[in-house]
């Protein structure tokens, strides 16, 4: 049951597009269309942005989107804000007997 | 309004117990399964556990087998992680969430409870 690999850092300058890739197994991420994201400022609970690989739970922004292509599933933030500035998780249904695995965590930076 | 509303700050010794809670209103409290969430000082998140409160039918992460027992109460709406016997490597802070449904998807957080164990 090993974490999903997240990179330690991305960055990009306001109005730039910055991508977060989550690499998993065909026991998680390529299993299942059920990979979810979450934005997490310090101090601060998680809160869900994407779910299903794609959709956006009601009150987050379009400028976040999801994709999947085999084992790999990413986070696209279009249209940097000062406001994106948090620590990204992913995070996948793992099957019957792991059930869910959460990424390793991506720092994003507004330059 | 849907909420979680998690109880206070716990400070404890090694091989104490310990039960928090996670107070869910405005919704149905039997419709949704509840997750637990460890995060560990500086470190990201680690799915425990989840809790199906209409028939209080658990699931745990195998890391966390054995270690905790979750729990729930339909008649306060209520979701309980619990140890035993606490260690020091227990010190983290303790997130409970609604699952959006039986694949996941955690749409609802409390605002968590830190738990420091120290002697």
């Known amino acids: 049951q090993s974490a999903l690999t997240q990179p330690p850092s991305a960055s990009g300058s306001p109005g730039q597009s910055v991508t977060i890739s989550c690499t998993g197994t065909?026991?998680?991420?390529?299993?299942?269309?059920?990979v979810s994201w979450y934005q997490q400022y310090p101090g601060k609970a998680p809160r869900l942005m994407i779910y299903?690989?794609?959709k956006r739970p009601s009150g987050v922004p379009d400028r976040f989107s999801g994709s999947k292509s085999g084992n790999t599933a990413s986070l696209t933030v279009s249209g940097l804000q000062a406001e994106d500035e948090a620590d990204y998780y992913c995070g996948s249904y793992a099957g019957s007997s792991t059930f869910y695995v959460f990424g390793t965590g991506t720092k994003v930076t507004v330059l | 309004e849907v909420q979680l509303v998690q109880s206070g700050a716990e400070v404890k010794k090694p091989g104490e117990s310990l039960t928090i809670s996670c107070k869910t209103s405005g919704y149905t409290f039997s419709s949704f399964w509840i997750s637990w969430v460890r995060q560990m000082p500086g470190k990201g998140l680690e799915w425990m556990g989840r809790?199906?409160?209409?028939?209080?039918?658990?699931n745990y992460s195998p890391s966390f087998q054995g270690h905790v027992t979750i729990s729930a109460d339909k008649s306060s709406t209520t979701a309980y992680l619990q140890w035993s016997s606490l260690k020091t490597s227990d010190t983290a802070i303790y997130y409970c969430?609604?699952?959006?449904?039986?694949?996941?998807?955690?749409?609802?957080w409390g605002q968590g409870t830190t738990v420091a164990v120290s002697s």
């Open positions: 299903e690989v794609s």
């Open positions: 065909t026991s998680d991420v390529g299993g299942y269309n059920f």
């Open positions: 969430a609604r699952n959006l449904d039986y694949y996941f998807g955690m749409d609802v």
């Open positions: 809790i199906n409160p209409s028939d209080s039918f658990t």
